[in-house]
């Protein structure tokens, strides 16, 4: 009698490590899978933020295009009712929009150099320029600046 007291002990042993190894084992799976479902999300969510920060350069920039070209046509003299000014009233509009929009979503170094970019254009469009002195040059400065703080933040 007394062995197969220790026969049964003994598989209910095995059992017991053997159920025991299986939970261990089911636990560690487990745990690896929520940790690769969070890294999944959370490159998930880097790409988004970088496609919406992409966008939102890409808006800044085509709006800031508009700008200089409305700079480069401004009319030697206008006022509020010219169609000049209300379709460049609008461009900066926007460009004022999207320059706020890039402090949410940027380092304020792209900030900055936005910041400045945008006041040489504000400038250059409603007060225009010294005879003599060009549109593109004045403006090439911090647009340069502003795209190349931009393509660091974007990596």
């Known amino acids: ?5 220790w026969v049964s002990l003994i598989s209910l042993g ?8 299986s939970y261990l084992v089911q636990h560690r ?4 899978a929520e940790r690769a479902e969070q890294q999944r999300q959370q490159i998930g969510l880097s790409e988004t933020r970088r496609a919406e920060r992409l966008a939102l350069l890409e808006r800044f920039i085509e709006v800031a295009a508009e700008a200089e070209r409305s700079a480069f046509s401004r ?9 000049w000014y209300l379709k460049t009233q609008d461009v900066m509009n926007r460009l ?3 320059e706020r929009l890039i402090r949410i979503q940027f380092p304020l170094s792209v900030h900055d150099a936005a910041r400045a970019y945008f006041l040489d254009l504000n400038r250059t469009v409603w007060e225009g320029l010294p005879d003599g002195e060009s549109v593109r040059d004045y403006l090439e400065g911090n647009r340069l ?3 190349d703080a931009a393509r660091a933040a974007m990596g």
């Open 1 to 5: 009698m007394p062995s197969q007291i």
């Open 14 to 21: 095995g059992v017991v490590l053997g159920g025991m190894l």
């Open 29 to 32: 799976t487990q745990l690896s």
């Open 75 to 83: 009319p030697p003299e206008f006022d509020d009712t010219h169609a």
């Open 96 to 98: 004022w929009v999207a």
């Open 145 to 147: 600046t502003f795209l």
